[in-house]
């Protein structure tokens, strides 16, 4: 997949795929090629999605259904904002199997948010009407018969928004917020971890070790069986010494071969030739 960089380095992708279930609807697949209008208009729905409740998990007891009603409700004013100010280049004509940020959030508006509110924001006020004064509206809205159920259909649709907001990330080209940035990332495996944080991984049992060594120090129990590291060590050297004997045999044979060739083409030459010429000393008789 070919990459683009904003102005901070990061990649962007020139397209990327869609997957999104929807209740009541199904999933939505497509490829999604954003322009620059289309990214910067990701970014800003990606921020409104990222800090919001609507984005966030709720425990049994955490919460409260209402504030997520709400902010659910108070995302069709923030999309509306932006598509407008963007304009129709958020939402070019396309082909089949083409998504664009105009259509995607506005289907998640409409086929995941607009059914959720319209079935239990009248349901959840009418029942919220009739709350007795010295009731606080936690406590009151906990003990509504259905509240596990509306619980259930929030957390539908937050999953709608989290695999919406995903996307909007990867084509704005951010890091991911939804992820709190001090969550710890899963320990390593067993082994000794450097300083990257990754492990090393060992390839086998240590060899067994008995008591009785120097200084107090444990030994290495001569009965115990070798470990697959030491074995592979001492393959590794008997290779090399193996390589080193065979080259020096053959480096032996080489020069004698050598040597002999030298003797019989060219030794005695050379031998007649390392001698110096004297001349033959004659006696002179004076008289």
Excluded at 2 to 27: E, F, H, S, W
Excluded at 61 to 77: M, V
Excluded at 131 to 160: C, M
Excluded at 186 to 212: I, N, Q, S, T
């Amino acid at each position: 997949m070919r990459r683009m960089r904003n102005a901070a380095g990061r990649a962007r992708p020139k397209q990327i795929t869609v997957r999104m279930a929807i209740p009541l609807l199904g999933d939505i697949t497509g490829v999604w090629e954003p322009v620059e209008a289309e990214r910067k208009a990701a970014w800003e729905l990606y921020a409104e999605l990222a800090t919001r409740i609507s984005t966030v998990e709720l425990g049994p007891d955490e919460g409260f259904l209402r504030e997520a009603l709400s902010s659910f409700y108070s995302l069709f004013g923030t999309t509306r904002d932006i598509l407008r100010r963007y304009g129709p280049d958020v939402a070019p004509r396309r082909g089949p199997g083409q998504i664009t940020f105009g259509a995607l959030a506005v289907t998640v508006l409409n086929q995941a948010l607009r059914p959720l509110l319209a079935t239990w924001h009248p349901r959840l006020a009418a029942y919220e009407s009739l709350r007795p004064a010295d009731v606080d509206p936690v406590s009151y809205e906990r003990g509504w018969e259905h509240t596990p159920t509306l619980r259930e259909e929030v957390a539908r649709v937050r999953e709608v928004l989290v695999a919406l907001a995903n996307a909007l990330a990867e084509v704005a080209g951010s890091a991911d917020l939804l992820r709190p940035a001090t969550m710890p990332y899963p320990p390593p495996e067993a082994g000794r971890a450097d300083v990257r944080g990754r492990a090393h991984r060992r390839r086998g049992p240590r060899p067994a070790l008995a008591a009785g060594g120097a200084k107090g120090h444990a030994v290495r129990d001569p009965a115990a069986p070798p470990s697959p590291s030491a074995a592979r060590n001492r393959r590794a050297s008997a290779r090399c010494r193996s390589r080193s004997a065979t080259g020096i045999a053959s480096h032996s044979a080489w020069a004698a071969r050598t040597r002999s060739v030298s003797a019989v083409a060219y030794g005695p030459t050379r031998r007649a030739s390392r001698k110096p010429i004297r001349p033959e000393r004659t006696s002179w008789a004076i008289s």
